[in-house]
């Protein structure tokens, strides 16, 4: 008779091979499902998820604060800093400049914006990797969340005498209303493209909302982005006030008597040859002062100098006496001192002689910047105290946040949120490059500048290496690119060494190109990045839409040729053969009809589509470019089948 303790065993191993015999039979039910082939020989997770195709919430995570949103306590005792790296709230003794207490949230929070309710107890603060936002209480640090509140919420504000928070879904660019007390939605409200930052009038009436990427647009069309104004009182949007040729508008603030606000934005000029870098022509800093009931038009304002430019215009804050404003270079490490008297003066003066645009006077932002103030690494968001005594200023690659005099400019000291030791590896140290103007020529843009979190921009270029006014291209993703080899929509730079190295200085920068190890380091962060993000939906129209994107035999039973099909170019899990190919997209000034196959993680937040951009959503592409079926079989899809492909193609 057997011993309990051998039983035990016996039941125990035998639990373990049912188990595992389970885990085999769902990995290969799980390889069938999402590649619509027999399982290979070799089925580990490791065969298709060694990048990041399983891992989609965010980058390697090293211990790093990366300090995003800040509020104060209406005390003004306690700084509120939301750190994105840690995925934690930092409460800062103002006095002592020490952090006290941290609230933490689940990992991957990725908490971005921060706003403080009037009464002191309760700080808000968006978890945009989770899609929600959190309560927390300044005093027990206990966290209280929303339910889903849209798709990558980043700015936060608060509608202090209607008990309301206006939250930027900068994913799913809307913003929503909840109820402050109970979090839960009031409304949902479309904003512009990429919604990013949110402030609200002196006077309660109005909120402006500003977004990162210009509308959808054709490819020949110049870019514009919006301010969506908010109309308090009604609850619903009361204007979009266009910024023509704009983008990135990543920061605004109210002006003291309430009749405009200020908003930062980068003035793209993207269908000029690159070779304009060189004249500082092809993106340039800008205010814009934008009416607060969006009753008229933007003014929009240079923030250059003539000779050096203070890159990617990030946080903006206004003196509460009027006095001046306070504007982040993120790219430049700087901050911009401006005599806010003096800018009202260059906006009311008349334009130029020439019939030109101010903003494009790269000689006027000597008339009112004041100062410039040099920072640590990459500084973001700019906080002003209520009594306009102290300016705070996030560092975002230090894990710090500056503390200034505002009268003079002069840091008083700053805060450190803490970082690991050792110092940092290449991933952070390429971090760093991507995200400075350092390289280029004049420190007019950073890698950043045209990928914003790594991604894209939504706009096409003109490179003349091919050709003055030929092959323009779509900016693509750098967004899980590692193992999607080679690059280029010509597919000509075998890896990102090629790309990002002396091509890159030659087209873009006008600069020396990265030494070697700034090189290997740029190419590590890059090879970091994870793909963006599908919408993650599980709907009977993605499974549809799935057996669509694999199937091999058109609506009335004729086989598709293997080479038309979506799953040839598009096979799991990189979705991309890594080859190139000619679809029939190619325009009269194209010098090839071959282009690389992008691959499709995160397409939903990529358009434009196509090697020129000329498609502005997904069903376009096979609504109006694909006439001959050259680009997959889809002329025999009815529209229920098109939708039902686009809702697969979303949730990759």
Request: hydrophobic share 40%; aromatic share 6%.
């Amino acid at each position: 008779m057997r011993s309990p303790w051998i039983r035990r065993g016996l039941a125990a191993a035998g639990a373990l091979l049912l188990l595992g015999a389970g885990a085999a039979l769902a990995a290969r039910s799980h390889v069938g499902r999402f590649t619509r082939q027999g399982p290979p020989e070799d089925y580990r997770c490791g065969r298709c998820h060694g990048h990041w195709t399983l891992f989609r919430r965010g980058p390697i995570r090293e211990g790093y604060p990366d300090p995003a949103g800040l509020a104060l306590s209406p005390d003004g005792r306690t700084l509120f800093v939301a750190c994105e790296g840690t995925d934690s709230l930092a409460l800062v003794d103002v006095a002592s400049g020490r952090v006290r207490a941290e609230a933490r949230f689940a990992p991957g929070s990725l908490p971005q914006g921060v706003a403080a309710a009037p009464a002191g107890r309760s700080v808000f603060v968006t978890l945009r990797g989770r899609d929600r936002v959190a309560a927390v209480d300044a005093a027990s640090l206990e966290v209280r969340e929303s339910g889903v509140v849209g798709r990558g919420p980043s700015g936060i504000a608060l509608d202090a005498s209607r008990g309301r928070l206006l939250v930027a879904n900068g994913e799913s660019d809307d913003v929503a209303i909840l109820d402050a007390a109970t979090l839960e939605p009031v409304r949902r409200l479309s904003a512009g493209r990429e919604p990013w930052r949110i402030a609200v009038s002196p006077d309660g009436r109005f909120a402006h909302v500003v977004n990162r990427l210009s509308a959808l647009h054709a490819a020949g069309d110049l870019p514009v982005s919006e301010v969506t104004v908010v109309d308090l009182e009604q609850g619903r949007v009361r204007s979009r006030v266009p910024l023509p040729s704009s983008h990135l508008a990543e920061g605004v603030a109210f002006l003291p008597a309430g009749d405009r606000s200020l908003v930062s934005l980068v003035r793209v000029r993207n269908r000029l040859p690159i070779t304009q870098v060189a004249r500082g022509w092809v993106m340039s800093g800008a205010l814009a002062l934008v009416p607060a009931d969006g009753e008229g038009a933007a003014a929009l304002l240079p923030t250059d100098d003539m000779d050096r430019f203070h890159a990617d215009p990030a946080g903006v804050a206004v003196a509460p006496d009027g006095s001046r404003a306070f504007l982040a270079a993120a790219a430049s490490d700087a901050l911009s001192v401006i005599d806010l008297p003096a800018l009202l003066a260059a906006e009311r003066a008349p334009p130029p002689g020439d019939g030109g645009e101010k903003v494009d006077r790269m000689d006027l932002a000597a008339d009112y910047v004041a100062a410039r103030v040099p920072l640590g690494a990459n500084p973001r968001e700019v906080l002003l105290s209520a009594d306009g005594r102290r300016l705070f200023v996030s560092e975002r690659w230090d894990g710090r946040v500056a503390v200034l005099d505002p009268a003079g400019g002069a840091v008083l000291h700053r805060v450190d949120l803490g970082r690991p030791a050792g110092g940092p590896s290449e991933v952070r140290r390429g971090d760093r490059l991507f995200h400075s103007a350092a390289i280029t020529f004049q420190g007019g843009f950073a890698c950043r500048s045209c990928h914003p979190d790594g991604h894209q921009d939504g706009l096409v270029y003109d490179f003349e290496i091919d050709g003055m006014g030929r092959n323009i291209v779509d900016n693509r993703s750098l967004l899980g690119v590692h193992g999607t080899n080679p690059f280029k929509w010509t597919g000509r730079n075998p890896g990102l060494a090629d790309q990002c190295g002396p091509r890159f200085a030659k087209v873009l920068t006008r600069a020396d190109p990265f030494p070697a190890r700034d090189l290997a380091d740029l190419v590590a962060y890059i090879d970091s990045r994870p793909p963006r993000r599908g919408n993650g939906a599980l709907t009977a129209s993605v499974e549809r839409g799935r057996a669509i994107f694999f199937r091999t035999r058109t609506n009335d039973g004729r086989e598709i040729p293997e080479g038309n099909r979506c799953s040839t170019c598009h096979p799991p899990p990189l979705y991309t053969h890594r080859r190139s190919a000619d679809v029939g997209t190619r325009s009269p000034l194209d010098t090839s009809g071959e282009f690389d196959t992008p691959h499709l993680l995160g397409v939903v937040g990529s358009a434009p589509f196509l090697h020129d951009g000329k498609a502005p959503t997904l069903e376009e592409i096979w609504t109006l470019h694909n006439p001959r079926d050259t680009h997959g079989v889809s002329n025999d899809m009815s529209k229920q089948q098109l939708n039902d492909l686009v809702d697969f193609l979303k949730t990759l």
